[in-house]
């Protein structure tokens, strides 16, 4: 007997339900992926996500009473029986940060990675490990999204994007036909790191295309590096640095031991 796969409306709806407060739609896309709630299908899942979202605050849509309520730009929230009304909850105050946030923000690439070596990754641990620059701890960029450039040496072989994982997409290409067309890999993520925990914050929401033209603009120019530009790409964050998988750098030296041992 097959089980029905979880719709998008009900994913959301289960996601905002469980929700300590409202959520904005990139992060129900990521709760809805880290529950395994139904699987992230298609190129961009995040939009996805909004569309249904959208359709379900009309108050003419079919879906309108599954409870969920736009209360910002890409934020929603669920309604429960006592929960206040609309103008109730957007009147409310927002603190500084969550205002800011929804109004005027600056979207960049957060972080990046130039010619990480495919060798320095084990493909079987859902881990690219890398260390902002000034930092001694390493970060697991393995669910970065953005860009990515892969290379042959200094060649430059493929150009692809991800909305869910860089390490699952760059697996992929270590798999298919591509594998042996690459040997190291560059890569541009819009989720900026939290200084606190170490970890990737989630997608920022609303993207202005003039400042994403300006982004991409940075991105290739970073990477390609054309000997016209005389000047990096604006909008760049952190450089970091890649730091090998510690079961990789272990079984070298065992075999650098055995070489000696004979």
Known sequence: ???RETGWQEAIVAVLQDADGPLKYDAI??????RGLRPLTGATPATTVSSYLSNMTKPNHQWYDSGVRKIGRGIFEYVSADSPAPSEVLERDLDDDETADNTDQIVRVAAFG??????????????????????????????????YILHKDRSVAYVGRT???LYERLRQHNRDHKSVRWNSFSWFGFRDIDSETGELKPMPVGLDTV?????????????????V??????????????????????????AFLQNLIG
């Open 1 to 3: 007997m097959t089980t």
């Open 29 to 34: 896309t990521q709760i809805i992926g880290e």
């Open 114 to 147: 130039l010619y990480w070596v495919k060798d320095k990754v084990k493909w079987n641990s859902r881990q690219i490990l890398g260390r902002p620059p000034g930092s001694s701890s390493s970060i697991n960029f393995a669910d970065q999204q953005g860009v």
């Open 163 to 165: 909305t869910t994982s």
């Open 211 to 227: 400042h994403l033209i300006n982004i991409l603009e940075s991105v290739l120019i970073e990477a390609l590096e054309p000997p």
């Open 229 to 254: 530009n005389g000047q990096r790409g604006d909008f760049l964050g952190h450089q970091c640095e890649q730091v090998p998988d510690p079961e990789i750098a272990l079984h070298h030296s065992r």
